[in-house]
Nanobody
Framework: QVQLVESGGGLVQPGGSLRLSCAAS????????VAWFRQAPGKEREGVSC????????SYADSVKGRFTLSRDNAKKTVYLQMNSLKPEDTAVYYC?????????????????????WGQGTQVTVSS
């Protein structure tokens, strides 16, 4: 019954920006941990950013620090990923995921195996 739906992906030139949205439904409680992952062709799924919604703390992969920002709107049960200064290597399918538990470690927060609910993904392509 819990559903996550991503939107906002598309084609953008290097240096451009996109904002991804992840809307949750099917439950009434605020999400405890929400994360964004990405998977490029031929590569394993990679943690991008996560938020512990218990305290609002966020974490980022080194490759996106300073360029991506995760934010939340608890009233709308929506999490956003603002992506600026996009690079070709950011090209991937981006997924949001959640688990109804708090994850406090950075490594745990960015580990795909720790998540239970997943969206279907949205394609982000950075190319000229």
């Amino acid at each position: 019954q819990v559903q996550l739906v991503e939107s906002g992906g598309g084609l953008v030139q290097p240096g451009g920006s996109l904002r991804l949205s992840c809307a949750a439904s099917g439950f009434t409680s605020n999400l405890y941990t929400v994360a964004w992952f990405r998977q490029a062709p031929g590569k394993e799924r990679e943690g991008v950013s996560c938020i512990n919604n218990k305290d609002g703390s966020t974490s980022y992969a080194d490759s996106v620090k300073g360029r991506f920002t995760l934010s939340r709107d608890n009233a709308k049960k929506t999490v956003y990923l603002q992506m600026n200064s996009l690079k070709p290597e950011d090209t991937a399918v981006y997924y949001c995921a959640t688990v109804l538990l708090p994850i406090y470690s950075v490594s745990g927060c960015l580990r795909p195996a720790n998540y239970y609910y997943w969206g279907q993904g949205t394609q982000v392509t950075v190319s000229s």
